[in-house]
């Protein structure tokens, strides 16, 4: 019994050894990537806690303090909107802590970089805390996550726009024949991708015999959209490119899939709808996996954009830098300078706020679906006029960073 005891008290010793040994390793590069972890942890907390937290959170009087018990369906929202408040609140916190951080002199910048295992050790601590907080207060953060998860759509959107225009212009710039082929190239690449992609969605979303006129909108509205983009793009006012106006068309296409898929199973209109008995817990798990990429990815994206998030004082990388000091008073001189910061770390905290808001909002099917679809992700009507919104956004977006610089020709776009 005592050789058990210390064998016990060993591997726990080695255990907590290894977990700081490898919180402490987590350096300035590496410290992006922790954070990626640290959420995608949440999201997997979350949606355990949605499949067999639901029974406990039945016996807690102070949430279950109602005369007549609700459904199993309303507690596993509510542990996904409890958990994702807990990790609101976290990067909240970091995100107020962060505020106004310019060179990495600041104390903080530590805080932002170093101390995971405290950081761990808080975040357990807040999301553990949320279980006791009022139903009132949970339903309360259910309202404004609708409106984050918009807010974090958006960004979204103008980190795509972002990139589809930066990319343009960095082949346009290299001014050779084979940029400009490899340009025309993807371009119709892209398009002939909508109008396959289109063709599909007809296939699938407007079956025959079926009243399916709001699919067909859909549908259509999105192609009216596609060309709507080349017309003004290619506009001799605008002086604009066929590659982001394609790329913009195929991301609407996707996104007008995206919403139709997100339909009821049993909507006689989702031609989805004969594959969901097939469905297996595996092919959940795959989905559930892809969506929890997608959106750290846009986190992170977001967080570590220079466009977006440059720090007030930081230049550039590479302007008005020379490649080598003129002398060595001026070298010293440079040592003394602080570094500043290359991104805004309390922006990227931020972004990592109103994914948490957004990926509540799937799991839960924007608090709505989970009733309707059972154990689906972000299935359910809520779901789709999402997805279009986004998709009118992004439309109206591209289209005003096009006509913008026409409009207002003294101001910088």
């Not at 807690?60 to 109602?66: A, K, L, Q, V």
């Amino acid at each position: 019994m005592w050789a058990a005891s210390c064998l016990a008290s060993c591997c726990a010793a080695c255990a907590c050894e290894a977990c700081r040994t490898a919180v402490g390793s987590i350096g300035r590069r590496s410290a992006r990537i922790a954070y990626c972890g640290l959420f995608a942890l949440s999201l997997l907390a979350s949606w355990v806690l949605r499949e067999v937290a639901a029974p406990l959170l039945q016996s807690i009087p102070w949430i279950n303090h109602f005369h007549k018990t609700p459904d199993r369906e309303w507690f596993e929202t509510d542990a996904v909107l409890r958990v994702s408040l807990g990790n609101f609140l976290f990067f909240t916190i970091l995100a107020a802590i962060m505020a106004g951080i310019k060179d990495q002199k600041d104390p903080r910048d530590k805080v932002h970089h170093g101390g995971w295992m405290a950081k761990i050790f808080c975040w357990v601590v807040i999301v553990f805390l949320m279980f006791f907080v009022p139903n009132g207060v949970v339903s309360f953060y259910e309202s404004i996550s609708k409106f984050g998860s918009g807010l974090f759509l958006l960004v979204q959107v103008v980190l795509l726009l972002d990139f589809v225009h930066g990319w343009n212009e960095n082949w346009v710039a290299k001014d050779e024949q084979f940029w400009y082929m490899a340009l025309l190239v993807v371009s119709v690449v892209c398009y002939i991708g909508s109008f396959a992609f289109s063709g599909l969605l007809f296939h699938w979303f407007t079956p025959s015999g079926q009243d399916c006129g709001l699919n067909m909108f859909f549908i259509v509205s999105t192609l009216i959209l596609v060309f709507v983009f080349a017309i003004v793009a290619l506009h001799p006012k605008v002086n604009g490119s066929l590659l982001p106006a394609s790329v913009i068309g195929l991301y609407c296409t996707y996104l007008c899939y995206s919403g139709l898929s997100s339909e009821p199973r049993d909507y006689e209109c989702n031609g989805l709808h004969n594959h969901s008995k097939a469905m297996s817990t595996g092919s959940l798990t795959l989905g559930l996996c892809t969506t929890i990429l997608s959106v750290v990815y846009s986190a992170v994206r977001a967080g570590s954009s220079a466009t977006v998030l440059s720090a007030p004082d930081s230049p550039r990388a590479g302007a008005d830098k020379p490649l080598l000091p003129f002398s060595k008073a001026d070298e010293e001189e440079t040592k003394d300078v602080p570094k500043p910061v290359t991104y805004s770390y309390s922006f990227f905290h931020l972004i990592f706020s109103l994914a948490s808001m957004y990926s509540a909002m799937l799991l839960t099917g924007w608090s709505t679906s989970v009733g309707e679809s059972g154990k689906l992700v972000d299935v359910g009507w809520p779901s789709v006029w999402v997805r279009i919104a986004t998709q009118w956004a992004t439309a109206g977006l591209f289209i005003w960073s096009l006509v913008a610089p026409l409009l207002f020709p003294d101001r910088e776009f």
